[in-house]
Structure formats: structure tokens, C-alpha cells
Antibody, heavy 126, light 106 residues
Framework: QVQLQESGPGLVKPSQTLSLTCTVSGGSISSFDYYWSWIRQPPGKGLEWIGYIYSRGSTYYNPSLEGRLTISLATSKNQFSLKLTSVTAADTAVYYC??????????????????WGQGTLVTVSS | IQLTQSPSSLSASVGDRVTITCRASQGIRSYLAWYQQKPGKAPRLLIYAASTLQSGVPSRFSGSGSGTDFTLTVSSLQPEDFATYYCQQLDSYPFTFGQGTKLEIQ
């Protein structure tokens, strides 16, 4: 059974960098067909896809965050990480890591997010 | 791509059949997923590829649609089904979610 667990500071000051790590157990992040993703949810609001990284290292970011965002792999530790720079109160949210499964069909290819971490609340405040 | 769910909230009773709609601002083929989220918990995948039931999800959940119009149906509501439901398009980047539909006990 694949499990994901987020870790990192729960409080970050404005203008500083938010850093989170997701540890994956029960499977290798180097496996083909998987993308490793971050999604966030401001308190009381909906879900926002942040971006993901393929097991071979290519990244796909939400343009709304591009320029501030880095997602990276640490394959030896079976972890992947999120760094978001220059944070403001608008970045306060529960941050989830998730596995995206790749699949293809007659029309093309896509993903679905089948395993999620429990989420970690990050508050941006001085 | 914007996804609009309707209704935003819904009151129903155990045993009811309910349908939630998700409309995309442009065609997304069949690249749509549905998730269930309970308070304080991570979303749970119910349906992917518009109509494929994720392993372990009860068969009372079903999905349909392609292009721009999609539906999630629960054939007979159980007490554990009262939650918020989100659709997500995975046709093109950035992936986006609907605003959510909160299903409450009547």
C-alpha cells in the first residue's frame, strides 16, 4: 500500500520561502508511469493544483505560481519536495502531496490522483 | 479550463439518488476525475476517465460524460457519502478543479 506523508514548517513569515517534503513509502518514486504532485487548499476553499514532477525529473507547474515554484525529487530518500518563494498570506493553505498515475487510451493520455498524503497546514504570518 | 459544478450544495436523505454535474469551459475529451472529501481529510479518488470506478469504491458511485458535460451519480446514498465532491480536469495544464458540491443530510 502506497503512503505519502508531508512534512515541513507550519508557519512561514511573509516574503520567505515555504519548503515542504513528501516521503513516499510502499513504492518507489523512480517507477515509470507516476508523477509526483502538490495540491493546496486554502482554509474553507477549494482545491488548487500546484504542479508535479515526473519520475524522470521533468516538471509541470501551474502558471499562476511559476517563477516562485520549484518541485524536485530526492530519489535516494524516496522523497520529493516543494519550494515556494516570496510567500504572502494568500499562500496560507493545507498542502497535499499526491501520486498521479499516468494512463493512455484511444484519445491520448492523462493522469489521475490515486494516493494522497493527509495534508499539512502552512500559515503565512509574521 | 474552468469547471463549473452544480449544484454548489445539495440536501438529500439516505437512500436517495443524487446527481452532480460538472461543466467544462472547453472540451476535455473524457479526462475528468471525481473526488470525495470529508472535513479534515484528503480528497479520495472515486472516478477517473469520466466513468472508470477506482478500485475499492462502492458501485453505487458512477460517472458519465465526455467533451464538456459530466455527471457523478450516487444511486442510493449511504450515511458515509455526505461530504464535498470535486471534479477535476486532466486534459490540459494547468489541471483545474470545480468549486465543489457539498452534499448534506436533509
Amino acid at each position: 500500500q502506497v503512503q505519502l506523508q508531508e512534512s515541513g514548517p507550519g508557519l512561514v513569515k511573509p516574503s520567505q520561502t515555504l519548503s515542504l517534503t513528501c516521503t513516499v513509502s510502499g513504492g518507489s518514486i523512480s517507477s515509470f508511469d507516476y508523477y509526483w504532485s502538490w495540491i493546496r487548499q486554502p482554509p474553507g476553499k477549494g482545491l488548487e493544483w500546484i504542479g508535479y514532477i515526473y519520475s524522470r525529473g521533468s516538471t509541470y507547474y501551474n502558471p499562476s505560481l511559476e517563477g516562485r515554484l520549484t518541485i524536485s525529487l530526492a530519489t535516494s530518500k524516496n522523497q520529493f519536495s516543494l519550494k515556494l518563494t516570496s510567500v504572502t498570506a494568500a499562500d496560507t493553505a493545507v498542502y497535499y502531496c499526491a501520486r498521479a498515475q499516468f494512463y493512455s487510451d484511444a484519445n491520448g493520455s492523462s493522469n489521475y490522483f490515486d494516493y494522497w498524503g493527509q495534508g499539512t497546514l502552512v500559515t503565512v504570518s509574521s | 479550463i474552468q469547471l463549473t459544478q452544480s449544484p454548489s450544495s445539495l440536501s438529500a436523505s439516505v437512500g436517495d439518488r443524487v446527481t452532480i454535474t460538472c461543466r467544462a469551459s472547453q472540451g476535455i475529451r473524457s479526462y475528468l476525475a471525481w473526488y470525495q472529501q470529508k472535513p479534515g481529510k484528503a480528497p479520495r479518488l472515486l472516478i477517473y476517465a469520466a466513468s472508470t470506478l477506482q478500485s475499492g469504491v462502492p458501485s453505487r458511485f458512477s460517472g458519465s460524460g465526455s467533451g464538456t458535460d459530466f455527471t457523478l451519480t450516487v444511486s442510493s446514498l449511504q450515511p458515509e457519502d455526505f461530504a464535498t465532491y470535486y471534479c477535476q480536469q486532466l486534459d490540459s495544464y494547468p489541471f483545474t478543479f470545480g468549486q465543489g458540491t457539498k452534499l448534506e443530510i436533509q
